[in-house]
Nanobody, 122 residues
Framework: QVQLVESGGGLVQAGGSLRLSCAAS????????MNWYRQAPGKERELVAG???????NYADSVKGRFTISRDYAKNTVYLQMNSLKPEDTAVYYC????????????????WGQGTQVTVSS
């Protein structure tokens, strides 16, 4: 059993900052890629940022230069530092991870967090 638990969402004024955290726990052997997605009302879920086990990162064009993704490997945690927030960043943010799990066998599976609301007021 693996869980992803997010925290750090909230209400902030435009231009402000928030830091999201996502901690993975359970029968984890290792974690490959960790990602942050977001979904605004009436829109499809989109990839915001991703980070590999080699610390290679990628970002959506809309957040480049404002958001930074990072990992703490010892804590199986991924962070998303969000600066210069805009009203259009308002969405539910979801953590996603590709995890190698040890149960009766060892296998790779994809997991999602429950989501955390980020609201940016103008």
């Amino acid at each position: 059993q693996v869980q992803l638990v997010e925290s750090g969402g909230g209400l902030v004024q435009a231009g402000g900052s928030l830091r999201l955290s996502c901690a993975a726990s359970g029968s984890i052997v290792s974690i490959n890629r960790m990602n942050w997605y977001r979904q605004a009302p009436g829109k499809e879920r989109e990839l915001v940022a991703g980070i590999t086990s080699s610390n290679n990162t990628n970002y959506a064009d809309s957040v480049k230069g404002r958001f930074t993704i990072s990992r703490d490997y010892a804590k199986n945690t991924v962070y998303l530092q969000m600066n210069s927030l805009k009203p259009e960043d308002t969405a539910v943010y979801y953590c996603h991870a590709e995890i190698i799990v040890k149960m009766l066998s060892t296998y790779t599976s994809s997991y999602w967090g429950q989501g955390t609301q980020v609201t940016v007021s103008s």
